[in-house]
């Protein structure tokens, strides 16, 4: 059998389900964001612009919507780095209110890699980065590719493994061996 060889994820979709609230593309009521991953700065870095539908006061974004985006973000470089992982913390600094319907630019990097932990930040930003709306942290449980298949996926995207590993070769050892 011939096999097509896996390459990298760019972007969240290509391995999330489609009913995902982060990154689902059928999920009316998800956020439907992209985390692209980008390749030269070894991060997720996209425009994101909030729906009306993710009010908090009039005319801003709800403080538990950029959490959650954040949180995404952080997640999917992860698995972008060849990881599956559970939130383990997070905590955000609100520096201003975030306008609802403008583009903002969703930032998250990578800090540092313990034994079954990884570390990292993550920004809400204008596009341009001239203004910061909010800025933070968060450390995630790294979960076997097994428990994710079997558990979360129920074994529909084999595939995945595939991917993780190449993550992991292409872009997490690499990096990880650059920064220390």
């Known amino acids: 059998m011939d096999r097509k060889k896996s390459s990298p994820s760019f972007h969240a979709h290509e391995f999330h389900h489609d009913k995902c609230f982060g990154c689902g593309l059928s999920n009316p009521i998800g956020l439907k964001a992209d985390f692209t991953y980008n390749e030269e700065l070894n991060e ?3 425009i994101y612009n909030f729906r009306r539908d993710y009010n908090g006061a009039p005319g ?3 403080g538990g919507a ?3 985006l954040l949180d ?3 997640g999917d470089l ?3 780095l060849g990881y599956i992982v559970m939130t383990d913390e997070m905590t955000f600094k609100f520096h201003k209110a975030t306008p609802i319907e403008s583009d903002l630019l969703v930032r998250g990097w990578f800090i540092r890699k313990e034994k079954r932990k ?3 930040e993550c920004k809400l930003t204008k596009p341009d980065e001239s203004l910061s709306y909010v800025e933070g942290y968060g450390s995630f449980h790294i979960l076997s590719p097994r428990f994710f298949s079997k558990k979360i ?3 529909h995207h084999a595939f995945l493994n595939e991917v993780l590993e190449e993550n992991r070769r292409a872009r997490s050892d690499k990096y990880i ?3 220390l």
Do not use: Q, Y
């Open 44 to 46: 997720v870095k996209f």
């Open 60 to 62: 801003f974004v709800h």
């Open 66 to 68: 950029i959490s959650t």
């Open 72 to 74: 995404e973000a952080m």
């Open 78 to 80: 992860c698995f972008h």
């Open 118 to 120: 990884i570390h990292l």
């Open 153 to 155: 996926d129920g074994g």
């Open 177 to 179: 061996k650059e920064i």
